[in-house]
T-cell receptor, first 111, second 110 residues
Framework: SAVISQKPSRDICQRGTSLTIQCQVD?????MFWYRQQPGQSLTLIAT?????????ESGFVIDKFPISRPNLTFSTLTVSNMSPEDSSIYLC????????FGPGTRLTVL | GENVEQHPSTLSVQEGDSAVIKCTYS??????FPWYKQELGKRPQLIID?????GEKKDQRIAVTLNKTAKHFSLHITETQPEDSAVYFC?????????FGAGTRLFVKA
């Protein structure tokens, strides 16, 4: 298993601003995954982050809107840029060790 | 593209009855099928999983079956309890990507 922490746990932001979400894992992992879960919906993969290379984005998600950093094997950040109310969601990071575990999530509200 | 369909979207059962949730997947390369339980306001938690070389797996009151030919898999919960009430997600993974079903909201009535 893995212990995953995220910061912040929640935030309320103004339209047009950006928020950076941090994800910390208690062990070294090759890949970290970022998901979005809109209210009452399923989990949608935003991107896969590998250490030392650019993140791989899924269809419908772009680097300019969701830049990701992966400076080492235990940490990653996801930035939600130029936010709009449609970005209000829960953002979760995840690792596979080898089963997939999720962080506690960041609940983002954009006004 | 890859797709996982999950049914039903909502399921209400009486305490003590069984609950069955069904999923189908499209990617024949999928070889790992986890199930997650998500309680309100909490993260998804892995409850059981099955790999493509196994047809059935059981863990106490929970069991999962897999039919690779038909590309479908199911979650069975027996002797349901109120604390089983939650949203359940199936998922399918082939390679490094996991695709999730839309979720089933299970209500267990006491």
């Amino acid at each position: 298993s893995a212990v995953i922490s995220q910061k912040p746990s929640r935030d309320i932001c103004q339209r047009g601003t950006s928020l950076t979400i941090q994800c910390q894992v208690d062990s070294q992992v090759t890949m970290m995954f970022w998901y979005r879960q809109q209210p009452g919906q399923s989990l949608t993969l935003i991107a896969t982050a590998n250490q030392g290379s650019e993140a791989t984005y899924e269809s419908g998600f772009v680097i300019d809107k969701f830049p990701i950093s992966r400076p080492n094997l235990t940490f990653s950040t996801l930035t939600v840029s130029n936010m709009s109310p449609e970005d209000s969601s829960i953002y979760l990071c995840s690792v596979e060790v080898p089963e997939q575990f999720f962080g506690p999530g960041t609940r983002l509200t954009v006004l | 593209g890859e797709n996982v369909e999950q049914h039903p979207s909502t399921l209400s059962v009486q305490e003590g009855d069984s609950a069955v949730i069904k999923c189908t997947y499209s990617d024949s390369a999928s070889n790992y099928f986890p199930w997650y339980k998500q309680e309100l306001g909490k993260r998804p938690q892995l409850i059981i999983d099955i790999r493509s070389n196994v047809g059935e797996k059981k863990d106490q009151r929970i069991a999962v079956t897999l039919n690779k030919t038909a590309k479908h898999f199911s979650l069975h919960i027996t002797e349901t309890q109120p604390e089983d009430s939650a949203v359940y997600f199936c998922a399918a993974r082939g390679g490094f990507k996991t695709i999730f079903g839309a979720g089933t909201r299970l209500f267990v009535k006491a």
